[in-house]
Each structure stands twice: as C-alpha cells, then as structure tokens.
C-alpha cells in the first residue's frame, strides 16, 4: 500500500521561502491528482494546491496564487511545493494527498497523513 509522507516544514520569518516534499513509499506515486492541504487548529483541512497526474493542470487557492507553486517527479515519486514569500496566515501543518479539484476548489480524497508543521512568525 503506497504511503504519502510530508516533509520540509519549519519556522520561518515572514517574507521567506519553503519548500515542501511529498514522499511516496511502499509503491510509486499514485497515478492521481496529488494535493497539498493544510490545517490550522478547530478547522477543516483547506486546499493549497494541486497538480493533475499528467502536470497538466494545477490548483491555486486565492490565497497562494502567485506566491507558491506545485510540482511532481514521479520518476522520485515526489510531489513538491515551493513557497515563496511567507505570510503569518500560512502558518498551518501542511499534508499531501491525492485530491480532486475544479477551478475552485480542491478536495483531498486519500489518507492523511502526519502532516509538516510550518510556522510564519517574526
């Protein structure tokens, strides 16, 4: 059974990069829509960002577009998200999925997993 296991977070200072790493193991990278998802304490998981099985299409919430952008090796079997300029509202543990998404959304419909703590504070 193919896991998915984050990677990558840590405490950063408002302006700065990360960047993120979802790890398959137990089999190869799913051949499915992989999300990043994230989760601040009494809410629901959010969509962040996802890229289709072929790369060809991605999701954006409002929120991140323009400062993070999601990528794949599935040779590594690894789905990535590179964060740029860090804002304290991004502060949240982060976890990879597969997802489904429409221009407006994005639902994660695997497992979670333990997530990667990413904290936003000057």
């Known amino acids: 059974q193919v896991q998915l296991a984050e990677s990558g977070g840590a405490s950063v200072q408002p302006g700065e990069s990360l960047t993120l790493s979802c790890a398959a193991s137990g089999g190869r990278l799913p051949y499915y829509a992989i999300g990043w998802f994230r989760q601040v304490p009494g809410k629901e998981h959010e969509g962040v960002s996802c890229?289709?099985?072929?790369?060809?299409?991605?999701f954006y919430s409002e929120s991140v577009k323009g400062r993070f952008s999601i990528s794949r090796d599935d040779a590594n079997n690894a789905v990535f998200l590179q964060m740029k300029d860090l804002k304290p509202e991004d502060t949240a543990v982060y976890y990879c999925?597969?997802?489904?998404?429409?221009?407006?959304?994005?639902?994660?419909?695997?497992?979670w997993g333990q997530g990667t703590r990413v904290t936003v504070s000057s």
């Open positions: 890229i289709s099985s072929n790369e060809g299409s991605t």
């Open positions: 999925t597969e997802c489904v998404f429409t221009t407006d959304q994005a639902i994660g419909v695997g497992s």
